[in-house]
């Protein structure tokens, strides 16, 4: 444990690189768009005042777990951290950030609902396809996606680590070819049609916490059994 | 027990075998220099020695464990390499507070005042450094880490000359005070000569020599006078390289370690120097190579 503390600290030795980021977007985001409305007034509807800035939370965090594989990772074997120590840090980590952003964007949800909007009626939270009652049903449906997005990311950056651009190539050829063997194969038999209503039938934390866990759980896999067999 | 203990050590990939069968002993608190061309297989060798590579066969053992993922072993080592990749966005000072955080040894007064001594900005991020500047944090790393086992792979690429002998000042001064084990590899033999206590020269994935430094240092002579005086005095000895030019002849010979059947050359007609450790690794080396 006390090699995986030691590994959990090296990483957060640049908070603003590991944790920030998606905050700063988000502050920027909300910011910007309460300036936009303010201005704009009462000329857009409110069905009209929804923004997709939310985006920004979750793709601004992409560029951490590559970096965490390529530079971090070397950096912390040279000085003797294992593998193992590593890649249970990064677990740490990440799981950190899912309960600070679930939790976190809950409560500024709870803040947009309360001012109205953020004072000018606008919609970057409190959107209707996420929107749940309770706050930490909520936090999960925020949160997750996070994670998993995260754990695709994490596994990119261990392929590249392992096998280099020509393995992040061949991973995106394979994707794509088995993606589109499987859109054939369901248009073929007719069955999208059933797909697309399965998923429209399961309520939103299924859709926004249950599959994206099932993301989590193969990406994760994947990315420790590449980060243990890692050469350094 | 040896500090690191190597039996058949063999590490193949993708078709081409970078260590043969390598065994080799290395005693505690002594410098070992670990020489050899490029692409000899240094590298790989201490790569597996810290865990970050994984051997194809053979025994490897640090202090009495083997290294890959033992972190009771690899909390005493420390491996700075000749590429020694850093974050890019870390200031420096980072990068020795990660070291701090990571070695048990670290001594944070030593390491300042190493700082001070190469002159490094401790604010200034990494991805701004020179080659010799980024060198110089690994050398620093390397020493104020005080690892019981430390690694040095080419470690001072970009440094000038001044920097490289304080390096050498300030490994040979800390050594004194702190004994551990030191794995310098490097190209620079000569300037390392003094240095390093035991030698091993890897070439071609195979170890060819494995010796203590002074045993080295007079193993080899070069013998030099007219073609039949300098035949006459070095006849049964073996010879490492021959050359002629007019009438004369120059030949490297190795010494019977007992110094037995030498006449003295002044009357045989011959002079005889000895050979630099450098000129001795090179002959060797050469020796090796396939005609």
Known sequence: MTETVKALRIQLMKPSATFAVPWYSIGIAIAICTALFAVIGGEVSYSNRTTGALAAFYLSGVGVQPWLATQLFPFS??????????????????TAETVLA???????????????????????????YVHQDDYFTQAL???????????????????????????????FMALGAVSATVAAVLVLTHSLGHIAHFFGRQPMLADFALYPMVLVVVCGTAWAALMLRSRV | MSAVVVEDLTMRYRGHTALDGVG?????????????????????????????????????EVFGQPPRENSAVLSRVCFIREAQRYPQNFKVREAFAAAAIACPGWDQAYADRLVKDFELPLKRQIKKLSRGQLSAVGIIIGLAARAPLTLFDEPYLGLDAVARHLFYDRLLEDFSEHPRTIVLSTHLIDEVADLVEHVVLID???????????????????????????????????????????????????????????????????????????????????????K
Do not use: C
């Not at chain 1, 074997?77 to 990440?94: C, E, Y």
């Not at chain 1, 695709?152 to 020509?166: D, E, K, S, W």
């Not at chain 2, 790989?44 to 490897?60: A, D, H, K, P």
């Not at chain 2, 035949?231 to 010494?255: C, I």
């Open chain 2, 24 to 60: 080799l002993t290395l005693e505690k608190d002594t410098i070992h220099g670990l020489l050899g061309r490029n692409g000899a297989g240094k590298t790989t060798l201490m790569r597996i020695l810290t865990g970050q590579e994984f051997e194809s066969s053979g025994r490897v």
């Open chain 2, 204 to 290: 071609h994935g195979k170890v060819l020599m494995d010796a203590e430094a002074d045993e080295l240092r007079g193993r080899a002579v070069s013998v030099s006078g007219p073609a039949e005086a300098v035949a006459a005095y070095v006849d049964g000895l073996p010879v490492l390289h021959r050359s002629e030019l007019g009438g004369r002849v120059r030949v490297a010979v190795t010494r019977r370690p007992d110094g037995s059947g030498q006449t003295d050359p002044r009357a045989a007609g011959v002079s005889v120097e000895s050979l630099s450790l450098q000129e001795l690794i090179v002959l060797t080396t050469k020796q090796g190579d396939p």
């Open chain 1, 77 to 94: 074997t040279a000085l003797s951290i294992t593998r193992r120590a590593f890649v249970r840090a990064t677990v740490l980590l990440v």
């Open chain 1, 102 to 128: 679930g939790l976190g964007l809950a409560l500024l949800n709870k803040i947009e609902i309360g001012t109205h909007g953020w004072f000018v009626h606008m919609r970057l939270l409190n959107l209707p």
């Open chain 1, 141 to 171: 449906v925020y949160g997750v996606p996070m994670m998993a997005l995260t754990s695709v990311t994490a596994l990119l950056g261990a392929i590249f680590r392992l096998f280099g651009q020509l393995g992040l190539w061949l991973f």
